[in-house]
């Protein structure tokens, strides 16, 4: 009949009178990201890094720029190349995480944090001393050995080199026998 | 005056009855696009869509980079059916490479784009509302989208662009007890379709604003080369999840939804409808799917493909999109072409709003299902 | 980012206070005091219960402020003070703020989210006040081809129009600015000037899209007055005077809404066009004109529009509650608090409506209005002429002839008409192809997901 559409709306619009709102207030609070969000940062163990430069190969926009120089000082037991530049250029980063599957150290994790704004462009290259000095709060993307510690990036808890442990790197080159599913799971300790 | 212009110019004659309207980028009521419309009173004359504001060279980029890491880049058309826009590319390359993707993989890739699908026309839907003045209807849908945005970035890690689906399965796993909290979420979903049905499909406002305006006869959209729901809308049953279906659409219960009037109304309930199956599948292959298993297979460093071509396509939000592979022995495809729904859409808006009121821009426009920037590529 | 200003100087401080205080000893000793002398003599001292109210008598209710509330009262009876502050435009702008903040709020209430919040600490109570600032601060771009008199005249017209219109409603009993015998029909004159000033101000603006906006108002406002005003006839008709007073009393047992739900339906669904809210929305809706017919006011000039907006919205809301549902009377709260209470009352009806319908398309919001709403007014009139004919019995007294009802004869009328207009909107709606028998077609979206 006429009319009872609209008071069909009416009456729905009116339920949801009473419903509590969605919105989150911003500043004073932040919607709950999840472990495996990959966020703006990233985190660098320079521990681990050897210099192969294999994120800046493999990202696509070609953001990373890595300049090493063969041995000498400032190098961590078993590697061969001091690192002089490490930038990352997030103001053209996507995000995307390749670089953070190529890496085969497991050193470049992704950050969990998205609040990233700075004043002017040059702050947004992350270089060198940005990344050692920052709080190393990983994100879980593509390290099932950090999920399976129950790491949660968004509990503001850091993790440092050792605990952030290393993954055998499955996906991309067959350089172990082919072993069953669950073991690639554990995560095995391999340094 | 009789001057020799470049060809594709024509000289307007000034006529006092028409009047050109721009309804162009700077508009309110246009997306990404402009379209001249030459208006006699109230009724519309003449219309010229004129996309292109949003073009990037996708296709040409693509020719750079090697089939892993386009996949970033081939997302961005449509943004938040990342997933969709992404399946008939992995799918191609599947088969250039010669690979055999896991079963786990595959219920969690059609999960996903699912999930996608319900994302985007979340969002259309809400675009939908605005368009006629029903600011209520953008807000829920938008709301509501939320969930499942978060139920997409628990799974894959970002809200929107997820970059999930690479040749070869999917990138990452899902987490340890997504299937409960994914259940949960799709059910109030489905809960919240329904209260949309109230306050919107039955609505008489709306009913008469779309009802029977923009109509599109079965031949006509056959003629046209119209996709997706626009198609099915018009009494055509083609959804290619069902007539060429991939992954495994084969081993889920779903139906495809056909209306026969073609016009606005049906254009604009025919996504929704869409969404309500869309759960559907989503429970079915939640339960289906193995539960445990590899989802990813070892590709060599710089796959290259052999010197052939491929093409492979897939029912997005829009309609199909396809993407023609062409590689030459090398780890760079040499073409990709993308078929997009959105675009081939577009050519039935001239033919549909010319003779139509200047008040039915907004309904006919938007239910053609165009989403800007993936007609732009 | 720091602000960029003046380094701070006490030495430029004191200058710019002495610089002030120099400049008003000036214009006080020179201008106000010779000024008031002369007024003085022209004017006498005011005589308020009996008393003469001399200088001396003001400066000791300074310091005695309880010998200042004779002062005080009799000013609150003066014309200026009714204009100005209580029932005029002081109180009207002060509503019409509060109208347009409640309309956020609900509205986001209804939509799931928080409306304005951090301006101000309270939930966002100065958000108007900050967008007030902001408009005041944005340039005001005028076309080149603009008629120019007319592009500025515009706003100022309409916000005049609605200001005028707050003059004719009563808010409590005695509190009215302008107490005439002919409110309703001032009340129907007013109304019918606003299709020219909006025409006015598209046509100003010498651009496309407002042109389109400008004519759609034109149509639509003027095609909803008739209805408008015929649907009001049938109160007049019982009540006898055209005095909005005099029609809150003449409620004093039951309120009209009773007697005439036609014309009372009619006449709210009017109201909603006049105002162009949605659904009626079209001539300043974004998608579709961008903006109609204030599409090229910028800065103040669109505020101005927004203000006057909102400000009609409360006065045609304070209308509707004035002719139907008793104005300001009501059992135990004082009677401004009542009229308060009704006006926020139907405030959230169009704010309710608003949140639920889409918009209608100008031809169709034509024939709504010519074929379905002007039928019905006039059946409206026609039934209630012939109840009074019928029922009444003819009195011959001092005042002339009249017809007299008594109040049972009131009940069967209020049922006849029920019933009337129950029929007459079923009727007409079949008859003018209007109902909804799609919507039963449709409700077989919520069976589909039954079914499944």
């Known amino acids: 009949m006429y009319g009872l559409g609209i008071l069909k709306g009416l009456t729905v619009t009116m339920k949801n009178f009473f419903r509590k709102p969605f919105t989150i207030q911003y500043p004073e609070e932040r919607a709950a990201q999840h472990s495996r969000f990959r966020g703006e940062e990233f985190t660098w163990y320079e521990e681990r890094c050897t210099g192969c430069a294999s994120c800046a190969k493999y990202c696509p926009l070609g953001i990373i720029r890595i300049v090493t120089h063969p041995g000498g000082e400032h190098v961590s037991e078993g590697q061969e190349y001091a690192i002089d530049v490490f930038d990352i250029d997030i103001a053209r980063c996507m995000f995307c995480g390749l670089c953070v599957e190529a890496c085969p150290y497991d050193a470049l994790f992704m950050g969990s944090g998205f609040e990233e704004g700075q004043y002017s462009r040059k702050d947004l290259v992350i270089t060198k001393e940005r990344l050692i000095n920052a709080d190393k709060k990983p994100s879980t993307w593509f390290r099932p050995q950090l999920e399976n510690q129950q790491y949660d990036s968004q509990s503001g808890s850091s993790i440092d080199w050792e605990n952030a442990g290393r993954e055998p790197w499955p996906y991309h080159m067959p350089v172990r026998p082919q072993s069953t599913d669950e073991s690639l799971e554990q995560g095995e300790e391999t340094r | 005056m009789s001057q020799k212009l470049p060809p594709g110019l024509q000289l307007e004659k000034v006529d006092d009855r028409i009047m050109t309207l721009n309804v162009g980028p700077q508009h309110p009521g246009s997306g990404h696009m402009r379209i001249i419309l030459k208006v006699d009173g109230d009724y519309i004359v003449h219309c010229d869509p004129d996309p292109g504001y949003v073009h990037r060279g996708e296709e040409k980029m693509a020719e750079y980079r090697n089939y892993i890491t386009n996949i970033p880049h081939l997302e961005r058309p449509v943004i938040h059916d990342s997933c969709n826009i992404l ?28 999930l996608n699908r319900c994302v985007y026309t979340q969002y259309w839907l809400g675009i939908y509302g605005i368009f006629l003045g029903h600011s209520t209807m953008f807000m829920w849908p938008v709301g509501d989208r939320e969930l499942l945005i978060d139920l997409l970035d628990k799974m894959t890690g970002a809200r929107v662009t997820h970059a999930y689906f690479v040749p070869g399965g999917i990138r990452n796993d899902v987490p340890a007890n997504f299937e409960d909290v994914c259940l949960r979420q799709v059910n109030y979903f489905e809960k ?41 809308a018009s009494g055509v049953d083609f959804d290619i999840r069902k007539k060429e279906p991939y992954d495994v659409y084969e081993e889920l219960d779903f139906q495809t939804h056909v209306l026969k009037e073609g016009d606005s109304y049906a254009r604009s309930k025919i996504p929704w409808l869409d969404m309500l199956e869309s759960c559907r599948i989503i429970r079915d292959a939640l339960q289906k799917m193995p539960k445990s298993g590899s989802v990813r297979i070892k590709l060599k460093p710089n796959p290259k493909g052999g010197d052939t071509e491929v093409y492979r396509r897939v029912e997005s939000g829009r309609g199909s999109l396809g993407m023609h592979i062409v590689s030459q022995n090398k780890p760079q495809p040499y073409r990709l072409k993308i078929s997009v729904g959105s675009f081939r859409n577009l050519i039935a808006m001239p033919h549909l709003l010319t003779g139509e009121k200047l008040g039915n821009l907004p309904p006919v426009y938007w239910s053609l299902n165009y989403w800007p920037v993936e007609a732009d590529r | ?42 004017i006498d001292f005011p005589i308020i219960d009996g008393e003469i109210w001399n200088p001396f008598r003001v400066l000791d209710a300074m310091t005695h402020p309880e010998r200042a509330l004779p002062l005080v009262k009799s000013f609150m009876q003066t014309d200026l003070f009714k204009v100005v502050a209580f029932p005029g435009f002081g109180f009207a702008a002060l509503i019409a703020a509060a109208v347009i903040f409640v309309e956020r709020k609900m509205l986001a209430k209804l939509q799931l989210r928080v409306g304005p919040f951090y301006c101000g600490k309270v939930e966002g109570i100065l958000q108007l006040m900050g967008d007030g600032l902001k408009l005041i601060s944005k340039e005001i771009i005028i076309p080149a081809k603009a008629d120019k008199p007319l592009f500025w005249a515009a706003p100022v017209l309409f916000a005049a129009t609605a200001a005028a219109f707050v003059a004719l409603i009563p808010v409590a009993p005695g509190w009215v600015v302008a107490d005439i015998d002919l409110g309703l029909l001032a009340v129907f004159a007013v109304i019918g000037f606003f299709p020219i000033i909006t025409i006015v101000s598209a046509w100003s603006a010498n651009s496309k899209f407002p042109f389109i906006g400008g004519i759609r108002a034109l149509f639509q406002m003027v095609s909803f007055e008739i209805p408008l005003i015929l649907s009001l006839l049938g109160i007049v008709m019982l009540t ?23 014309g009372a339906i009619v006449f709210f669904i009017c ?15 974004e998608t579709e004109l961008t903006g109609g017919f204030h599409t090229e006011y910028s800065g103040m000039k669109f505020g101005v529009f927004q203000a006057a907006e909102f400000g009609a919205v409360l006065i045609t809301s304070a209308l509707i509650s004035t002719l139907f549902l008793k104005g300001w009377e009501g059992p135990f709260l004082p009677s401004h608090v009542w ?63 009249r017809m007299d009802l008594t109040a049972g004869d009131m009940w069967i009328m209020a049922g006849i008409n029920v019933v009337v207009a129950i029929v007459a909107v079923i009727g007409l709606s079949k008859i003018t192809g209007m109902d909804a028998k799609e919507s039963t077609k449709v409700a077989s979206a919520t069976r589909i997901i039954e079914g499944t």
Do not use: H
């Open chain 2, 87 to 114: 399946y008939p590319y992995c799918l191609g390359v599947e088969e250039l490479l010669g690979l055999e993707v896991p079963e786990r993989a595959k219920y969690i890739r059609v999960i996903a784009a699912e």
């Open chain 2, 192 to 232: 919240r379709l329904k209260e949309y049905a109230d306050v919107f499909y039955d609505n008489p406002i709306l009913i008469s604003r779309t009802k029977d305006t923009g109509i599109l006869s079965r031949e006509d959209a056959i003629k046209l080369g119209t996709t997706g729901s626009v198609l099915r």
């Open chain 3, 1 to 42: 980012m720091s602000v960029i200003a003046p380094k701070f100087r006490l030495g430029y401080l004191i200058k710019g206070i002495t610089d002030n205080i120099f400049w008003i000893i000036i214009l006080v000793t020179l201008i106000a005091i010779p000024v008031v002398q002369i007024v003085l003599i022209y």
């Open chain 3, 240 to 262: 006898g005077t055209l005095n909005l007073s005099e029609i809150v009393e003449s409620q004093a047992s039951f309120p009209w809404i009773i007697f005439m739900p036609i």
């Open chain 3, 271 to 285: 109201i909603l066009a006049e105002l162009e809210r949605i659904p009626f929305d079209l001539p300043e809706a």
């Open chain 3, 339 to 401: 009229f308060l209470l009704k006006l926020f009352f139907f405030a959230f009806i169009f704010i309710w409506i608003r949140a639920t319908l889409p918009r209608l398309r100008i031809d169709q919001i034509m024939a709504y209005a010519w074929k379905f709403l002007l039928p019905l007014s006039l059946i409206n009139i026609f039934v209630v002429a012939a109840e009074i004919l019928l029922l009444g019995e003819q009195i011959t007294d001092s005042s002339g002839v």
